[in-house]
């Protein structure tokens, strides 16, 4: 099965997002897909990666993995070169899936569960879609229109309402991140004692009303220092959240080690950083309690499943990341139910029920706040044939001459 054509997508409405379809001689077609910077992703693809690869043996996906990550510069982390590595990665295995007949699942040892928790982040319908800037844009709350399942602001104004009607759903576990503001504020450099009171006010109000009914997720992104992630965790942890996540830059193992030591509360990390060599660090210095990573920037396929047999010697559990797209969502999934240190599958409903499930052919069923597997081979979905005939799709093709 001979690679013949590699294919970039990509879209107006979603502009940090590219997918990467593989075709072969054989006629199967494999998916993949990654996140941020999607120009440099796509150029370097077709510049570097497809001389490569076309006319190769798409089986040969180990083989494909160590040669497009082991490049002698840019791929100690989650930079351009990995993330392009990681779309093709899931393609290949999308295709391998398609080839054979066989759910991704199976492929990848099949199921150790037959469904998994998940969590709500608190993301609202335009969260992340477009490009890095001022941070209201950025969060896709820069317009003053009512909109369903804008769970942003819900939490940022009724999170009581919103905690209650996730609970409804049978939806136990919830991530916010409202110390956000205060460090594009403060440039991450020190947090005052109103800004401290105003984050964790919905922490506080959620737990008064709810009890612990609902597990709490505290979601830093990695913006503060040291001394200020202390302070807020010190704020929190009467709340007994779940975890906190990235309250630092991922990079200072020793740092996070110190946050361990300081708190009960397990530090939760780090879909912002990649490769099995960055979190064998975290976890020899056990600097974490919880692994996340995002399939569609950490090496794919083949390197999520390093990391998650990683993390099972250190016996930590794993929590796959998504807020991105439907194949890094879906791929991670498949990740969390085949793996047996997987903890719970991080969701956004913002997503699953809105541009999500416009683009893509299917997605895993959520009952009762837990997610199952899609029957289908490979990914078990497509992209949506109205989403590629739509006008603002664009398409860039590399072939065999």
């Keep these: 099965m001979r690679v013949t054509a590699i294919e970039t997508i990509r879209t107006d409405a979603h502009d940090n997002l590219i997918w990467v379809r593989i075709e072969t001689d054989t006629g199967h077609v494999g998916l993949g897909e990654t996140f941020f910077a999607p120009g440099t992703v796509e150029a ?3 510049d570097d990666v497809a001389p490569r690869l076309l006319g190769g043996d798409a089986t040969r996906i180990e083989q494909w993995h160590r040669v497009l990550m082991r490049h002698p510069v840019g791929y100690a982390a989650s930079g351009a070169e990995v993330r392009a590595a990681s779309a093709i990665d899931i393609a290949l295995w999308d295709l391998m899936g398609r080839a054979t007949g066989l759910p ?9 569960r037959d469904d998994i928790r998940v969590y709500n982040t608190c993301a609202g319908p335009h969260y992340a879609t477009k490009a890095r800037g001022e941070v209201r844009r950025w969060f896709g709350i820069d317009h003053d229109a009512v909109e369903a399942l804008d769970d942003l602001k819900a939490f ?3 999170p009581v309402r919103l905690a209650r009607a996730l609970l409804d759903e049978g939806i136990t576990g919830m991530k916010i991140w409202p110390f956000d503001f205060a460090a594009f ?6 947090i005052t004692a109103a800004q401290v009171e105003e984050g964790a006010r919905p922490f506080r109000l959620i737990r008064e009303a709810c009890g612990d009914a609902m597990d709490l997720m505290v979601e830093l992104h990695g913006l503060w220092d040291l001394e200020s992630a202390k302070r807020i965790i010190a704020a929190v942890e009467p709340y007994s959240p779940a975890w906190i996540e990235d309250p630092i830059h991922m990079h200072d193992a020793e740092g996070l080690a110190e946050l361990s030591r ?3 509360i397990p530090i939760y990390g ?3 950083t990649a490769t099995k060599e960055s979190f064998r660090r975290l976890l020899e210095q056990r600097s974490v309690s919880i692994v996340s990573f995002d399939v ?5 396929i083949t390197e999520a499943r390093k990391i998650a047999a990683l993390a099972d010697a250190w016996q930590v559990p794993v929590a796959p990341h998504d807020c991105t797209g439907p194949v890094g969502y879906v791929a991670g999934s498949c990740i969390a139910l085949t793996s047996p240190n997987a903890l719970i599958q991080e969701t956004v409903r913002a997503y699953t029920r809105g541009w999500y499930a416009a683009i893509a052919t299917a997605l895993p069923p ?7 597997p899609l029957p289908g081979p490979g990914l078990g979905f497509e992209l949506s044939p109205h989403f590629l005939a739509d006008a603002g799709t664009r398409r860039r093709r590399s072939t065999l001459a």
């Design 44 to 46: 370097h693809i077709h």
């Design 104 to 112: 991704l699942w199976r492929l990848l040892g099949g199921l150790v």
């Design 156 to 158: 940022m104004t009724e």
């Design 185 to 190: 504020a403060n440039g991450g450099t020190g």
């Design 262 to 264: 300081f708190t009960r």
């Design 270 to 272: 780090s879909e912002t």
């Design 296 to 300: 569609g920037w950490s090496g794919g």
């Design 366 to 372: 959520i009952e009762n706040g837990r997610l199952k």
